[in-house]
T-cell receptor
Framework: NAGVTQTPKFQVLKTGQSMTLQCAQD?????MSWYRQDPGMGLRLIHYSVGAGITDQGEVPNGYNVSRSTTEDFPLRLLSAAPSQTSVYFC???????????????FGNGTRLTVT | KNEVEQSPQNLTAQEGEFITINCSYSVGISALHWLQQHPGGGIVSLFMLSSGKKKHGRLIATINIQEKHSSPHITASHPRDSAVYICAVSLGGTYKYIFGTGTRLKVLA
């Protein structure tokens, strides 16, 4: 099993450019989520989804869009990149069956994004 | 005040030492998760706790729900234990997680 696959691993953007970070999982997980990791701060939730067609905002959603058209894929779109969006981005998924919220999170390997 | 606080931020130990790290939280949770972030950046979930004790290899953790605290310890530490250990809580009644800033552990041979 591939688990959670994120692409690309590295990306450099100019201010104002748009791009999509890809996240795919092959574990049939209902829950998928995006985080950013900045120096000295914990991972912060950007957006999450509990199933196809269902998305919601996390702690830091501004400047990012998501959609969930399939169970497997949860892309994160940067609409107009800004230097403040320079960060490492992680996608994570988990199973929601049984006891909600208490399944382990499975993380992708991260995308290092630099906005100049 | 952060809702999830970890201490210490950095910890250096000699191989074989007994190590304890700490996580305190101030919100209602449904579970507490311990994650390990390797030097290469990948993040792995070690285990989740909603009560009692869990074990992952030489890492043993308990949770005190009343005091809102978890203190995992590593027995007989080894250089391969070197990593950042991240505490995360799943907020009760939501699908949201809050993460601590991590404890960076370095075990010297």
């Amino acid at each position: 099993n591939a688990g959670v696959t994120q692409t690309p691993k590295f990306q450099v953007l100019k201010t104002g450019q748009s791009m999509t970070l890809q996240c795919a999982q092959d574990m049939n997980h209902e829950y998928m989520s995006w985080y950013r990791q900045d120096p000295g701060m914990g991972l912060r939730l950007i957006h999450y989804s509990v199933g196809a067609g269902i998305t919601d905002q996390g702690e830091v959603p501004n400047g990012y869009n998501v959609s969930r058209s399939t169970t497997e894929d949860f892309p994160l779109r940067l609409l107009s990149a800004a230097p403040s969006q320079t960060s490492v981005y992680f996608c994570a998924s988990s199973y929601l069956g049984g006891t909600p919220y208490n399944s382990p999170l499975h993380f992708g390997n991260g995308t290092r994004l630099t906005v100049t | 005040k952060n809702e999830v606080e970890q201490s210490p931020q950095n910890l250096t130990a000699q191989e074989g030492e007994f190590i304890t790290i700490n996580c305190s939280y101030s919100v209602g949770i449904s579970a507490l998760h311990w994650l390990q972030q390797h030097p290469g950046g990948g993040i792995v979930s070690l285990f989740m706790l909603s009560s009692g004790k869990k074990k992952h290899g030489r890492l043993i953790a308990t949770i005190n729900i009343q005091e809102k605290h978890s203190s995992p310890h590593i027995t007989a530490s080894h250089p391969r234990d070197s990593a950042v250990y991240i505490c995360a809580v799943s907020l009760g009644g939501t699908y949201k997680y809050i993460f601590g800033t991590g404890t960076r552990l370095k075990v010297l041979a």
